[in-house]
């Protein structure tokens, strides 16, 4: 079982990360607020859009780490390096991402100083700015006595890149949205600021990832089996589920969707899926739905690419860092209770 303080700590950070979806939201859709909204465009949206998507899943993975269960009389430092490394990469991509809003107000003033809603924006900002430096505190304090030594040179290297970062950002040419080209450039100059400095920041917090760890296969099976063992008379779910996954014709799509034997399946199925869901979203949040399917298979295939293209970097960046999929080519999950 994980302490009470790392408990807490997964707590604190998954309420952070909902506060930061809703600040995003209400400043991008509130019809008071999104007038005055500074950091509407991209770069800055964009890297409000994964930054928001990042926080919510490592804050969600932080939070059934420290409440899953364990095998009784097991180690757990491992799992606890992950969930305190979890918890910091979600406050840190709420921090980088609020570091870009900032910049974007800072460079056009014009937009929301001495207008009422652009002082009410301005407070929410510092509202969640000043709850993010609470919770990352609070972490810093809790995990003094892990004993994690930063690589040599970690820091000044992480520094710098978020130095650079910052003034890409502060100095990026937005007269290049005007092109579609340039647009989609845009968006991925976006996704490069959030996800290599969260990058250079967790290598420099915690350079070396846990050697012996349980991945998100091993939670997501302890999840399952903890229900399966609470569910009641519903257990027949648990086990027609299990006998269809057990059907032998789909052994070569369950292998194909093992992360463990066949890294970026998994990654570019979700983008693919997340950025469905995204032009579906942009399709009936217009009012109007799927009345051209010409132009909304337009649309979806944006939203895919990018969408993939973020999922595969912060993939191939943060993955191993989180301890997400162990790699093992002789693996053979079984999601049958214990």
């Not at 091993?218 to 648990?238: E, N, Q, T």
Request: aromatic share 12%; glycine share 8%.
């Amino acid at each position: 079982m994980m302490s009470k303080r790392l408990r807490v700590a997964a707590c604190l950070t998954a309420v952070l990360a909902v506060l930061f979806y809703l600040f995003f939201q209400v400043s991008k859709h509130n019809v008071a607020l999104s007038p005055v909204n500074a950091f509407a465009n991209d770069p800055y949206d964009s890297v409000g859009s994964f930054g928001v998507q990042f926080a919510l899943f490592t804050a969600l993975l932080t939070l059934v780490r420290a409440f899953r269960p364990y095998q009784a009389n097991k180690a757990l430092d491992g799992q606890q390096l992950l969930v305190v490394r979890g918890a910091w990469l979600s406050c840190l991509s709420v921090a980088v991402t609020l570091v870009a809003d900032v910049v974007a107000m800072i460079r056009h003033p014009a937009v929301w100083v001495d207008l009422p809603a652009g002082y009410i924006l301005a407070a929410l900002l510092g509202g969640v700015a000043l709850f993010t430096v609470l919770v990352g505190w609070l972490l810093h304090y809790w995990i003094r006595t892990m004993h994690v030594s930063p690589a040599k040179h970690a820091w000044s290297i992480a520094i710098g890149l978020c130095i650079v970062s910052v003034l890409v950002l502060a100095l990026y040419p937005e007269s290049w949205r005007q092109s579609i080209g340039g647009e989609l450039f845009t968006v991925l100059v976006g996704i490069a600021f959030l996800f290599v400095p969260l990058w250079a920041l967790e290598n420099a917090i915690f350079p070396a990832p846990a050697v012996d760890f349980e991945d998100c296969i091993d939670d997501l099976a302890s999840v399952y089996r903890w229900v399966k063992a609470h569910i009641g008379p519903f257990v027949i779910c648990c086990n027609l589920l299990e006998k269809i996954f057990g059907w032998p014709f789909l052994y070569p799509v369950r292998d194909w969707l093992n992360p463990r034997k066949h890294t970026w399946n998994v990654a570019i199925l979700l983008g693919i899926v997340i950025g469905i869901g995204l032009a579906l979203g942009e399709a009936f949040g217009e009012g109007g739905g799927i009345q051209q399917v010409g132009r909304f298979a337009l649309i979806a295939s944006i939203f895919i690419g990018l969408e993939c293209v973020g999922v595969l970097l912060g993939y191939s960046l943060l993955a191993k860092p989180i301890g997400l999929f162990r790699h093992d080519t002789n693996d053979t999950t079984s999601w049958r209770a214990s």
